[in-house]
């Protein structure tokens, strides 16, 4: 919402946590009426309570999102709350020839073996990872299963560039505590989402930074 130029115009954001929620109508409420050039702001911030996964389908179908707006979703997700299903509600959403959303999804697999080990509903993990193939996961590294994800955009979403770029843990050295999965069939966005995530990331070696799937410029 911070970022310039102000071309997004819609938000929506949807929140289970009732003291989160109450941060997100602050963040509304405390909104610039004008940009950094004095111009007035035309946006809509709509807050969604509830389980996105449930909001997602209500969203879509107001049809406020229109075939042709370019549209961003980003899935911001701890671990394993997002259901495949509504990754691929909103990979459904635009039909050709339009751009599919473009996502922004949270792997988080810095905590993923631990989490897996104590899964007490795997129900939930089947609906987080859309079959119940999961437990593969237990025996893969963080590279492989955030290359795994990133080909179930391409082949699965049908989505034309996907990427994963690492994210570090802020303190502690080199470790990856998520990769950001981001899935787009616009042909200049991968070059974007490269600049973007090496000016937001720490300065690592080169070998390190780069994204599986490192789009060639
Ligand atoms: C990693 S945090 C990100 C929060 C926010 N995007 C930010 O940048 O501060 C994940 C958030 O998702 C919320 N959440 C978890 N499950 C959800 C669901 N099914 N639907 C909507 N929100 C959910 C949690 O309450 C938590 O605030």
């Known amino acids: ?17 009732r003291k989160s929620l109450v941060a997100l109508r602050k963040l509304k409420r405390t909104q610039p009426f004008h940009d950094r050039k004095g111009r007035k702001i035309y946006r809509k911030i709509e807050i969604k309570p509830g389980d996105f996964n449930i909001t997602i ?9 229109t075939q ?42 810095g905590w993923l073996h631990r989490s897996m080990s104590g899964i007490k509903h795997p129900e939930k ?23 795994l994800v990133r080909k179930r955009f391409e082949d699965e979403l049908g989505y034309r560039f996907a990427a994963a770029y690492p994210i570090y843990e802020r303190e502690e050295g080199n470790r990856v505590m998520y990769y950001m ?27 390190i930074q780069e994204p599986l799937n490192f789009p060639s410029e």
Not at 57 to 65: D, M, N, P, Q, Y
């Open 1 to 17: 919402m911070k970022s310039e130029p102000k071309w997004l115009t819609h938000f929506f954001l949807c929140e289970t946590n």
């Open 125 to 147: 993990m089947d609906r987080w990872w859309g079959r119940q193939d999961w437990r593969k996961l237990k025996g893969m590294t963080h590279g492989d299963i955030a290359e």
């Open 57 to 65: 389908a209500e969203i879509l179908t107001t049809k406020c999102i």
């Open 181 to 207: 999965i981001h899935a787009s069939d616009h042909e200049e966005a991968p070059t974007l989402m490269v600049r973007a995530h090496h000016k937001a990331v720490r300065s690592l070696p080169k070998e």
């Open 68 to 109: 042709k707006k370019p549209t961003f979703c980003l899935l911001d997700q701890r671990m394993f709350e997002c259901n495949w299903e509504t990754v691929k509600k909103l990979a459904a959403y635009k039909k050709q020839p339009n751009n599919k959303i473009e996502l922004l999804y949270f792997l988080g697999v």
